[in-house]
């Protein structure tokens, strides 16, 4: 794999932090200003959910307990997906850092690193990396010298299952059960990990805090949009000529994001990964934010040659694997969408059967216990909407009429 | 299983018991202790799991069937996982299958006759800017061509 040495240049992320220094002046403030700092930040969840991170941390705060849990959620499993790789390889730091100050804000007294198992090469690095961070008093006793804070970070090796993103599964996996969903509520911020106030963060969100202790909430508001305050690390992959991780303004359209990284003849961009949106041409001028075309990240660009069937078959089968099984809509549905786009690419269908494939996709996104089964049914929704032309009114018609 | 294998099994399960905390939060660390070493979780080690979390066996299994890295029945050596999702699908994954097929003479899925290699799919490996993709082990490989791909697997012993 390659190892980038060189400097990325960007806004709020990639706008240089050394080590050290947001835990320091997080330690010189009260718990009150940093909760407030953080909520005027107006910083919105990076995994995917865009869930306020200030309402997460003051609930917890809030909650009377001798024990708090940070969890940094690095189950990055959303296909199209490598920011929080680059993160943890380049910027463990800002990750870390924002750890502390998470464990400070709330008076936790352990962080804990959800790494997924596909990611285990990082594991000894970032071991070693919590090891240096030990040496120069920035975990374990008397942090920078604040009497009585103590905090440090472990690291936990998940075993491959997208399902374990989802907070409370993650907490579950944690425990030592199947990763499987809970019922919500409770939330993990009163009753999470060993039923304990837990704080589980993205690691592109905790990376942003230090940046907003150090630099302050209006700093970072100047950059995005209202609603959507602060920039994206967006992973780009598919038919481009640079791919990689770009930090970008949340607001950026996507047709500038695909003139940026050298995208030609570009059919459709599929939005947040697999549980994302698949958009076509006429959607191009819209903005990447949490109010528009929302997105954990994932870029995913398709050309003018690309088979949009084969893409959804493509996606499909990821959910139809990892669906944990534990609720019927998901279990049972992801089977019958995979079922119905196999009938499609053989030309073996009725539009009203497909109709009906539509109606359980929403009900799939209503009826699922969490994420996966609730976003699961996007794809195969957004694609037979905006790709009907190329899907039934080319080859795979023409052939079953043959 | 001979009564020395037994024994060795237990005295390493539980050194992994002591290092990571008799506790039910304990069971995946250990499970992946196991695996990494063993390639895989025999009946007898989810016995002995269990009895030392104090929990039972079933739930050790429940636990392990969940995961996709982790299995009951022995693998091999080498395991070579190929990533199948939609960025390094569209890298051509499928050229790097079927050299790899033809190479160890074996089906995606399947074992080669001397136990060398097994063969599988993966999801998404998160190096899509860099596919195709493949894992030999714990070691990743980006930007694969058939050529290159099955180079790598002569150099694995």
């Not at chain 1, 990750?95 to 198992?117: K, S």
């Not at chain 1, 909430?217 to 780009?236: I, P, R």
């Not at chain 1, 990240?297 to 990821?318: A, K, P």
Request: aromatic share 8%; net charge neutral.
């Amino acid at each position: 794999m390659e190892t980038k040495t060189k400097k990325r240049m960007g806004a709020v992320i990639f706008s240089g932090y050394e080590r050290g220094t947001a835990i320091k002046k997080a330690l010189s403030m009260n718990r009150e200003d940093i909760l407030l700092e953080i909520r005027e930040s107006k910083l919105r969840g990076r995994g995917g959910a865009g869930f306020p991170t200030s309402t997460k941390w003051m609930l917890s705060a809030a909650a009377l307990s001798d024990e708090k849990f940070i969890i940094c959620n690095a189950d990055e499993g959303e296909p199209g997906t490598f920011k929080d790789r680059v993160l943890l390889i380049e910027y463990p730091e800002l990750v870390f850092d924002g750890m502390v100050i998470a464990g400070y804000t709330i008076g936790a007294r352990q962080g804990i690193v959800y790494l997924r198992g596909e990611y285990e090469y990082l594991y000894k690095p970032l071991q070693d990396y919590l090891e240096t961070m030990r040496n120069d008093n920035l975990l374990g006793k008397d942090i920078l010298g604040k009497k009585g804070f103590y905090f440090d970070i472990t690291i936990f090796l998940g075993a491959g299952a997208y399902v374990c993103g989802e907070e409370t599964a993650l907490i579950e996996s944690l425990e030592g059960h199947r990763g499987e969903a809970r019922n919500r509520p409770p939330y993990p911020v009163n009753t999470g990990f060993m039923g304990k106030p837990t704080i589980v963060n993205n690691v592109e969100t905790l990376a942003t805090v230090p940046h907003i202790i150090v630099k302050g909430s209006e700093w970072y508001k100047k950059h995005g949009t209202g609603k959507s305050t602060g920039s994206k690390l967006f992973s780009v992959s598919g038919d481009c000529e640079k791919p990689g991780v770009y930090e970008l303004l949340w607001g950026t359209k996507i047709s500038d994001l695909l003139d940026l990284v050298g995208a030609k003849n570009t059919k459709a961009v599929q939005v947040g990964g697999a549980s994302g949106f698949c958009y076509n041409k006429t959607h191009f001028d819209r903005a990447l934010a949490y109010e528009d075309a929302a997105t954990g990240g994932s870029i995913i660009i398709f050309n003018e040659g690309r088979d949009m069937l084969r893409v959804l078959d493509n996606f499909m089968e990821f959910f139809v694997d990892e669906s944990c099984g534990q609720c019927t809509p998901c279990r049972i549905g992801n089977v019958k969408l995979l079922e119905g786009v196999k009938m499609i690419q053989k030309g073996e269908f009725t539009f009203a059967y497909i109709n009906k494939l539509k109606e359980l996709g929403k009900s799939m996104q209503v009826a699922s216990k969490c994420g996966l089964g609730q976003s699961s049914s996007n794809a195969f929704l957004s694609i037979l909407e905006n790709f009907s032309e190329e899907i039934f009114n080319s080859q795979n018609g023409d052939s079953y009429e043959n | 299983m001979l009564v020395e294998e037994k024994n060795a099994m237990t005295e390493e399960i539980e050194q992994l018991v002591k290092k990571f905390g008799k506790k039910r939060s304990a069971l995946l660390s250990i499970l992946h202790g196991i695996q990494l070493k063993h390639r895989h979780i025999s009946e007898y080690a989810q016995q002995e799991i269990a009895r030392l979390l104090d929990i039972h066996p079933v739930e050790v299994y429940s636990v392990l069937s969940f995961f996709a890295f982790l299995n009951a029945t022995t693998k091999d050596r080498n395991l070579v996982r190929i990533c199948q999702t939609i960025s390094c699908d569209m890298k051509n994954k499928e050229n790097i299958v079927r050299a790899v097929e033809r190479e160890l003479n074996i089906k995606i899925g399947q074992t080669t006759s001397d136990n060398k290699f097994t063969v599988e799919y993966i999801n998404c490996l998160g190096l899509c800017d860099e596919g195709p993709a493949m894992a030999i082990n714990d070691q990743v490989f980006t930007k694969l061509t058939p050529e290159k791909a099955v180079k790598l697997l002569g150099k694995v012993k």
